[in-house]
């Protein structure tokens, strides 16, 4: 089991960007380490990790949850590095934010602390989102932004996006600040990679929100259109093999923030890109959505993350492509 390249945990395995992280390093020669989260209710089923090519020599499953960041201590054990992907996600607000929050800080820092119990992590990739950066009172002035800026927690308090789940937004914000100032104070050698909305296929079983909310006009989901106004996209796979390369990074080169966005995108654009590209779809024409209101994001720049070397493989148009075919194959689109 522990051939090869080495061992790697994810966290988070059975979600969207974990799981075809996973895919990746399987395919690349690492064994890894998965964690997915217990239900007291019901079997998780981890079947699409367990078929995939290589899992049956050098895949294992963890039950560990952030609510237990105790949990963690197995599947990080003997690792040499560790992608934190795992967050608690709550777009309903069903749990005031205080709660969602809490659980997000104190497991990371908890996962965190295992990491340097285990003295073989030499480095350590957590995923935040560009709901840590983009808003805050700068986001109607400014066209771009990049690691250098970061969410308001008031500002998005202020905002109300219950419906969007502010919790998330402000989860993501404190829990990155918190990792990254554990590992300054601890010497842990950590980076934090910042994605938008992530597009393309998936092998999970479950519709991923991202995908869903940037199909919304393939969907007819009118009550998301709003979201999609100006926004950044990424491939999944690009995510995930930025994921890789910053690991891989020499050390020196490789630190702090790094947004990882290949396109920033209309709403009028994506109207006429998937129209063109899908024209038996009911997609709704660029004029017809001039009235949309919403959050218009700026735009994100990827230019550290680039300077250091890594190359987007994936258009705006194979992104769409991708995730369309793979919701019909999945039986999410007719």
Same mark, same amino acid.
């Given at each position: 089991?522990?051939?090869?390249?080495?061992? +790697?945990?994810?966290?988070?395995?059975?979600?969207?960007?974990?799981?075809? +992280?996973?895919?990746?390093? +399987?395919?690349? /020669?690492?064994?890894?380490?998965?964690?997915?989260?217990?239900?007291?209710?019901?079997?998780?089923?981890?079947?699409?990790?367990?078929?995939? !090519?290589?899992? &049956?020599?050098?895949?294992?499953?963890?039950?560990?949850?952030?609510? @237990?960041?105790?949990?963690?201590?197995?599947?990080?054990? /003997?690792?040499?590095? =560790?992608?934190h992907v795992a967050t608690p996600i709550d777009f309903e607000d069903r749990e005031p934010a205080e709660v969602i929050v809490n659980r997000a800080v104190e497991g990371t820092l908890g996962i965190l602390k295992a990491c340097l119990k285990s003295k073989t992590v030499r480095r350590v990739v957590y995923?935040?989102?560009?709901?840590?950066?983009?808003? @805050? @009172?700068?986001?109607?002035?400014?066209? =771009?932004?990049?690691?250098?800026?970061?969410?308001?927690?008031?500002? *998005?308090?202020?905002? &109300?996006?219950?419906?969007?789940?502010?919790?998330?937004? *402000?989860?993501?914000?404190?829990?990155?600040?918190? =990792?990254?100032?554990?590992?300054?104070?601890?010497? +842990?050698?950590?980076?934090?990679?910042? !994605?938008?909305?992530?597009?393309? !296929?998936?092998?999970?079983?479950?519709?991923?929100?991202? =995908?869903?909310?940037?199909?919304?006009?393939?969907?007819? &989901?009118?009550?998301?259109?709003?979201?999609?106004?100006?926004?950044?996209?990424?491939?999944?796979?690009?995510?995930?093999?930025?994921?890789?390369?910053?690991?891989?990074?020499?050390?020196? #080169?490789?630190?702090?923030?790094?947004?990882?966005?290949?396109?920033?995108?209309?709403?009028?654009?994506?109207?006429? *890109?998937?129209?063109?590209?899908?024209?038996?779809?009911?997609? !709704?024409?660029?004029?017809?959505? #001039?009235?949309?209101?919403?959050?218009?994001?700026?735009?994100?720049?990827?230019?550290?993350?680039?300077?250091?070397?890594?190359?987007?493989?994936? /258009? *705006?148009?194979?992104?769409?492509?991708? #995730?369309?075919?793979?919701?019909?194959?999945?039986?999410?689109?007719?």
């Amino acid at each position: 089991m522990e051939g090869g390249k080495g061992s +790697l945990c994810v966290t988070g395995g059975t979600g969207f960007i974990a799981s075809w +992280l996973v895919m990746r390093l +399987l395919q690349q /020669g690492y064994c890894v380490h998965a964690t997915i989260r217990t239900h007291p209710e019901q079997i998780r089923d981890t079947s699409f990790l367990t078929n995939l !090519p290589g899992a &049956n020599e050098r895949l294992k499953i963890f039950k560990a949850d952030l609510s @237990n960041p105790d949990s963690f201590y197995a599947a990080i054990e /003997g690792c040499k590095g =560790v992608f934190h992907v795992a967050t608690p996600i709550d777009f309903e607000d069903r749990e005031p934010a205080e709660v969602i929050v809490n659980r997000a800080v104190e497991g990371t820092l908890g996962i965190l602390k295992a990491c340097l119990k285990s003295k073989t992590v030499r480095r350590v990739v957590y995923t935040s989102s560009a709901s840590a950066v983009v808003h @805050n @009172n700068k986001s109607k002035d400014v066209k =771009v932004m990049d690691e250098s800026f970061w969410s308001d927690v008031d500002y *998005i308090r202020a905002l &109300n996006l219950k419906h969007f789940g502010s919790s998330y937004m *402000i989860s993501k914000t404190l829990t990155e600040k918190a =990792v990254l100032d554990f590992a300054a104070q601890h010497g +842990l050698d950590l980076v934090t990679l910042i !994605p938008p909305f992530v597009v393309g !296929p998936f092998i999970c079983p479950k519709l991923p929100g991202s =995908v869903r909310t940037s199909l919304a006009l393939v969907f007819g &989901n009118r009550e998301e259109y709003g979201y999609l106004l100006n926004t950044s996209m990424a491939h999944v796979d690009d995510v995930a093999m930025a994921h890789i390369f910053l690991l891989e990074h020499p050390e020196a #080169a490789a630190s702090g923030r790094y947004v990882c966005s290949s396109h920033n995108i209309t709403l009028a654009e994506v109207a006429q *890109i998937l129209s063109s590209t899908y024209p038996e779809l009911p997609i !709704p024409s660029p004029e017809s959505l #001039a009235e949309i209101e919403g959050y218009k994001s700026p735009g994100l720049s990827s230019r550290k993350l680039l300077d250091s070397g890594f190359k987007f493989k994936y /258009g *705006i148009e194979e992104m769409f492509d991708e #995730a369309i075919k793979c919701c019909k194959e999945k039986g999410y689109l007719k």
